[in-house]
T-cell receptor, first 113, second 111 residues
Framework: ETGVTQTPRHLVMGMTNKKSLKCEQHLGHNAMYWYKQSAKKPLELMFVYNFKEQTENNSVPSRFSPECPNSSHLFLHLHTLQPEDSALYLC????????????FGPGTRLTVL | SQQGEEDPQALSIQEGENATMNCSYKTSINNLQWYRQNSGRGLVHLILIRSNEREKHSGRLRVTLDTSKKSSSLLITASRAADTASYFCATDGAAGNKLTFGGGTRVLVKP
């Protein structure tokens, strides 16, 4: 256990659905991250939050909408996704952006039909 | 283009042998980190080496960093079947506000 949990672990959704991914860290960290991992591609950083403020949006399509209500929780709201968005979505946290050793959750395996 | 690139892409060895993989990067860094990922799971942090360090050890892991060549290596000694995983290097740029991961090396340790 890394101290970072993600729910759900698996999600199947249609292109017209709206769903949310949840991430929670119990480490007292201040920075949280969303990554996308597709087959045969390097891990792609999507969003970075530091002390609840978004510091990085890596040109992510607007059909992905992050939310960080506090330093322990991070959400990724999904709507009108495409089949190519099917991937493993990983959440991570670090103490902050300087001490950036990252602790990852187990991921949500998303399939878009 | 990605900051870190691992070499080789895949590696198959017998249990007990050593495994070496390399990472090259393009820009100045504050630190370089190595992570392990078991199939379909989250990444696990292995070791961090700062730009002013040349070598670091953690258990059976040895990491070297050559900033003049912009490269790092990860050595796993006396490998075990449980070491079967993908290994990624990650670098932060001089601005240091995010990590960029390489494509990974898939390591298979045969019993």
């Amino acid at each position: 256990e890394t101290g970072v949990t993600q729910t759900p672990r698996h999600l199947v959704m249609g292109m017209t659905n709206k769903k949310s991914l949840k991430c929670e860290q119990h480490l007292g960290h201040n920075a949280m991250y969303w990554y996308k991992q597709s087959a045969k591609k390097p891990l792609e950083l999507m969003f970075v939050y530091n002390f609840k403020e978004q510091t990085e949006n890596n040109s992510v399509p607007s059909r992905f909408s992050p939310e960080c209500p506090n330093s322990s929780h991070l959400f990724l709201h999904l709507h009108t996704l495409q089949p190519e968005d099917s991937a493993l979505y990983l959440c991570a946290s670090s103490q902050d952006l300087v001490y950036n050793e990252q602790f990852f959750g187990p991921g949500t395996r998303l399939t878009v039909l | 283009s990605q900051q870190g690139e691992e070499d080789p892409q895949a590696l198959s060895i017998q249990e007990g042998e050593n495994a070496t993989m390399n990472c090259s990067y393009k820009t100045s860094i504050n630190n370089l980190q190595w992570y392990r990922q078991n199939s379909g799971r989250g990444l696990v942090h292995l070791i961090l080496i700062r730009s002013n360090e040349r070598e670091k050890h953690s258990g059976r892991l040895r990491v070297t960093l050559d900033t003049s060549k912009k490269s790092s290596s990860l050595l796993i000694t006396a490998s075990r079947a449980a070491d079967t995983a993908s290994y990624f290097c990650a670098t932060d740029g001089a601005a240091g506000n995010k990590l960029t991961f390489g494509g990974g090396t898939r390591v298979l340790v045969k019993p």
